[in-house]
């Protein structure tokens, strides 16, 4: 049972509880958080609770599999690890530990544009498996170049935005001054003192900024 499960936190819940301890606020909101008034945010999570699986009894599932091929690669679960800007600010080498996750457990990590892990880092890690998200940048000649750092990394799949015309708005953030890096108001110093094995971790491995 204690191999098979992670007895620690075997929920979501359990995660998002621990998380909410261990993080400063404004790093904890951002994450946790939607735009507006969130109401796109809580119909999401609704609809999906209410999605009921069928279950078909007496069958034989000896060879089922979860195993799926996306863009030429076989993956071990038709999921992966979704593009989140600022990870880096979340928790200090986030998108490294995640990309590691995901190598590991064979299910697609996906970098953002505004990731705090460079291109060939994460194409390290992946061996090439990464998918990059394109946020497509005003000036053509910074796309051309995250593109070409992809190719020379040896990235083959790529994911276009478009539904970002402008920047989210989004309360929380705003309030909370989240930047890159925090601004050091003197609320955010507070979260953060409140928060020492962050802030620690932090210190030992830099200050988070966009890489790409
Ligand atoms: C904090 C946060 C940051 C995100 N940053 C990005 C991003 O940089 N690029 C992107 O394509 N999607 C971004 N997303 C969207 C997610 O990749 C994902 O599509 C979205 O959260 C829906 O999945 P979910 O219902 O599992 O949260 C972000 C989502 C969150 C919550």
């Known amino acids: 049972m204690k191999d098979y499960f992670n007895t620690a936190y075997p929920s979501i819940d359990h995660l998002r509880k621990k998380a909410k301890s261990r993080l400063p606020k404004f790093a904890f909101e951002y994450v946790d958080g939607g ?16 999605l009921e699986l069928i279950p078909y009894y007496l069958r034989d599932y000896k060879d089922v599999s979860l195993k799926t091929t996306l ?9 992966g690890v979704s593009p989140v800007g600022l990870q880096g600010l979340i928790w200090p080498q986030a998108p490294e530990i995640l990309a590691k996750a995901a190598f590991d457990h ?16 994460i194409a390290e890690i992946t061996e090439g498996k990464m998918w ?38 989004r309360p929380k953030e705003i309030k909370n001054g989240l930047a890159m890096p925090p601004k050091m108001t003197a609320e ?16 030992i491995k830099g200050k988070p900024e966009f890489k790409s």
């Open 35 to 50: 735009c507006n008034n969130e109401i796109g945010l809580r119909r999401n999570t609704d609809d999906i609770r209410k």
């Open 71 to 79: 863009f030429g690669e076989t993956y071990d679960a038709p999921f």
């Open 106 to 121: 064979n299910v697609p990590f996906v970098l953002s544009t505004v990731s705090t892990a460079s291109i060939e880092t």
């Open 132 to 169: 990059f998200q394109l946020y497509h940048p005003v000036d053509d000649a910074i796309t051309d170049d995250l593109l070409a750092r992809c190719k020379a990394a040896g990235v083959k799949t790529l994911v276009l935005l478009s539904d970002v015309p402008t920047f989210a708005y």
């Open 188 to 203: 955010n110093m507070l979260q953060i003192m409140l928060s020492p094995e962050w802030a620690l971790e932090t210190l």
